[in-house]
C-alpha cells in the first residue's frame, strides 16, 4: 500500500472555521468556470477576488490595436453550458480583444457570477495556517479572509514585462506595454512611434499601429516565424454548421493533443523531396492558423521535418517584403519553427513595405538606453512622441509568486521554486497544502487551446475539493516522491522535443535571472487530461489526503499512473 493517500480517521486535529470553502484569484476564464462549479454545482461557498473592475483575466488588461485570439473562436470559448453555446454567436474566425472580453461578461451575467466576485482587490499574501488548516488570503486594502482551499485562476501570461533599460523613466513622450493597455483611444495621428519587440503581441499591434502613425520605428531582437490567420467574418451559414455539428467540434477537440479540433495532416517529412513538401504545406498555408503548425505530426521533434517547414516560411517572407535587406532581418534563422510562441499574423510582413516603417535589429545595434526624447542604440539617437513595449510577460510563473504564497513552515512559493517550478501534475506543489492552480506550470496551458485545459482542470479541481468535503477529508497534498516523479517527466518529455533548444519565455529565457527550465508540459492534452483522471481514479494516486498537517511531508512512493511508466 503505497503512503501517497493515507486517511486516518483516527488522527482529528479540528480545522479552524473559515470564512469559505474556496477563495480563487482571478476573474478570467478559469476563475469565471471554478466559481460556476464550486459554487452552482457543489453548493460549496466561493470568493473570486479579482485586481480589475470587470471580468476578463487577460483580456481585460491586453486592450492594445490589433489584440486578437489566436485560436478559432468556436472552439474558444466554454463547451460545459449548451444555453450560452446556443445564444452567442461569433462575429469572426479569429475574435478581437473587445469580443472576447463581452463573451466573458455575457456568461457572468448568464450565470449570475458577479455577486460573488470581489473587483478591484489584489491578492497581497496567502499564507497557509497550520494550526487551523485553512488559507488566509490578505489583499491590498488590508482586508483579511479565510479558506479551506486556495486556488490560483491567475493565468499564465498576467504579469508583463519591460527590459531593463537603462532610463526607461526618464523618457518625457506618452509610453504604453501592451499587456497594460489603457482604456481609452490612444492617439497615434503623425506620431513618432517606436515599437520595442516582434514576438505575438508586436505581430499584431505593428500593422495596425502603422496606417495611422506618422512615422513608425520597430525595434527587433529576435525575427519570429509569423503564419497568416486568415481571419474572416462568420456569416449565418458557418454559425449553423458550426452549431449543427458542435458536440463533435467540441469532442475532437477536448481529445486532441493541442486542444484543436484538427490534429496533424501526415506523419513526417522524411523522404519527401523539398517539392513535395511544398505541395503538401501550400494548401496549409492557405488555409491559415495553426493548420499550418499542424500538417507534419513529427514537426516538433524532427529538425529534417521543422527545416522544411521552417524554410518554407522563410520564403514566403522573402516574397513578401520588397527591400531585400529588411526581408533579410526579418527572416528567424536562430530557433526551429513553433519553438517560440507561434504567432498568426494579418498584414505583418506587407508592413515593412511601407514608406513610413523603419526596422532596427538591435543584434546589430543594441538598444544602450531610453532616453527623454526617445530610444538610444549603439549607432544612433531615435526621437519619438510614444513607446510602445511589447515585450511579453514574467510567464508562467510571475504571477504566482508575486502573490507571497507560503505554505508549511513558512516556506515560500519563490523560495521553493527558486531554481524552477515543481509541481505535481500542474495542479499542486509539496508543503502547500489544499492549494491548487489552473493551468499552471507543467501543464499544457499555453502549448494548447486554453479554454480546453482550462475545463480540464477547473472539472478535475472543483470535483476533487467537492470530493474531499463529502468525505470530511481536510487536507490533500501531493508527497514529494510524486512531485519530483512529474517535474522528472516534465523535463524528459520536454528535452524530447525541439523545444530546449529555443531561447523563449517557454524556458524562461526572457527574464534576466530566472532559470532556464521548460515550463509547460508537451506530452498533449489529451494524455495529459487523461493521466489528472486517472490520478483522481486511483484514490489521488501521488497525493497525501489526511486530518492533521502533521500526517504531511512524507516523501510518498513513485506514483503509478500510466504516463510515466516509461520513465
Known amino acids: 500500500m503505497s503512503e501517497k493517500n493515507t486517511h486516518d480517521s483516527t488522527v482529528t486535529t479540528e480545522s479552524a472555521t473559515a470564512d469559505y470553502d474556496a477563495i480563487v484569484v482571478g476573474a478570467g476564464f478559469s476563475g469565471l468556470y471554478l466559481l460556476h462549479r464550486l459554487r452552482d454545482e457543489f453548493d460549496l461557498s466561493v470568493k473570486v477576488i479579482e485586481k480589475a473592475d470587470d471580468v476578463g483575466g487577460t483580456w481585460y488588461w491586453n ?6 485570439c489566436d485560436s478559432e473562436s468556436h472552439v474558444y470559448c466554454y463547451s460545459f453550458n449548451d444555453e450560452i453555446l446556443e445564444e452567442w454567436d461569433w462575429s469572426e474566425r479569429y475574435p478581437e480583444q473587445p469580443e472576447v472580453l463581452e463573451y466573458l461578461r455575457f456568461v457572468a451575467d448568464h450565470l449570475d457570477l458577479r455577486r460573488d466576485i470581489d473587483f478591484e482587490r489584489e491578492v497581497t499574501s496567502a499564507v497557509f495556517d497550520e494550526a487551523g488548516g485553512r488559507w488566509e488570503i490578505t489583499t491590498d486594502d488590508g482586508t483579511q479572509e479565510t479558506a479551506r482551499y486556495f486556488v490560483s485562476a491567475v493565468g499564465c501570461l498576467s504579469k508583463p514585462f519591460i527590459p531593463n533599460f537603462d532610463g526607461v523613466d526618464s523618457f518625457e513622450g506618452d509610453w504604453y506595454h501592451t499587456g497594460k493597455w489603457p482604456h481609452e483611444p490612444v ?16 505581430i499584431q499591434v505593428i500593422p495596425e499601429v502603422a496606417p495611422e502613425a506618422g512615422e513608425l520605428t520597430v525595434f527587433q531582437r529576435t525575427p519570429n516565424y509569423a503564419v497568416p490567420a486568415r481571419n474572416r467574418p462568420l456569416d449565418d451559414d458557418d454559425r449553423a454548421e458550426i452549431k449543427r455539428n458542435y458536440d463533435e467540434i467540441l469532442e475532437r477537440a477536448h481529445n486532441s493533443g493541442f486542444g484543436h479540433p484538427f490534429e496533424a495532416a501526415h506523419e513526417t517529412a522524411d523522404g519527401l523531396s523539398r517539392e513535395e513538401v511544398e505541395e503538401v504545406l501550400q494548401p496549409r498555408w492557405a488555409e491559415g492558423g495553426f493548420r499550418y503548425m499542424l500538417t507534419f505530426e513529427d514537426l516538433i521533434e524532427n529538425p529534417e521535418t521543422n527545416e522544411y517547414v521552417s524554410e518554407f516560411i522563410r520564403d514566403k517572407i522573402r516574397e513578401t517584403v520588397d527591400d531585400p535587406a529588411v526581408a533579410e532581418k526579418l527572416v528567424p534563422t536562430d530557433h526551429y519553427y513553433a519553438t517560440k510562441r507561434p504567432p498568426l499574423h494579418t498584414n505583418y510582413y506587407e508592413t515593412f513595405n511601407r514608406d513610413n516603417v523603419t526596422l532596427v535589429d538591435v543584434r546589430e545595434t543594441p538598444i544602450e538606453r531610453i532616453t527623454p526624447d526617445g530610444v538610444r542604440t549603439t549607432d544612433a539617437d531615435y526621437e519619438f512622441d510614444l513607446i510602445i513595449y511589447a515585450t511579453g510577460f514574467d510567464a508562467m510563473t510571475g504571477t504566482l509568486l508575486q502573490m507571497d504564497i507560503r505554505g508549511r513552515d513558512g516556506l515560500t512559493l519563490e523560495e521553493k521554486w527558486d531554481d524552477g517550478p515543481k509541481t505535481y501534475l500542474g495542479l499542486s506543489v509539496h508543503g502547500f497544502p489544499n492549494m491548487f492552480t489552473i493551468t499552471g506550470p507543467q501543464s499544457p496551458s499555453v502549448l494548447s487551446n486554453m479554454p480546453v485545459s482550462i475545463e480540464h482542470h477547473v472539472e478535475w479541481v472543483s470535483e476533487t475539493i467537492k470530493s474531499l468535503v463529502d468525505r470530511d477529508v481536510q487536507l490533500i497534498e501531493p508527497t514529494k516522491r510524486a512531485e519530483d516523479a512529474w517535474t522528472e517527466h516534465n523535463r524528459q518529455v520536454g528535452e524530447a522535443t525541439l523545444y530546449t533548444e529555443a531561447d523563449s519565455w517557454y524556458m524562461g529565457d526572457n527574464v534576466p535571472g530566472k532559470p532556464r527550465v521548460f515550463t509547460p508540459y508537451v506530452g498533449g492534452v489529451d494524455v495529459y487530461h487523461e493521466t489528472i483522471l486517472e490520478a483522481a481514479e486511483k484514490d489521488y494516486e501521488g497525493f497525501e489526503l489526511t486530518e492533521s498537517v502533521q500526517n ?9 499512473l500510466s504516463v510515466m511508466e516509461g520513465d
Open 187 to 202: 492617439d497615434f495621428s503623425d506620431k513618432r512611434v517606436a515599437v520595442i519587440g516582434t514576438g505575438a503581441t508586436g
Open 63 to 68: 486592450r492594445y490595436p490589433g489584440a486578437r
Open 552 to 560: 504531511l511531508g512524507r516523501q510518498g512512493e513513485q506514483p503509478r
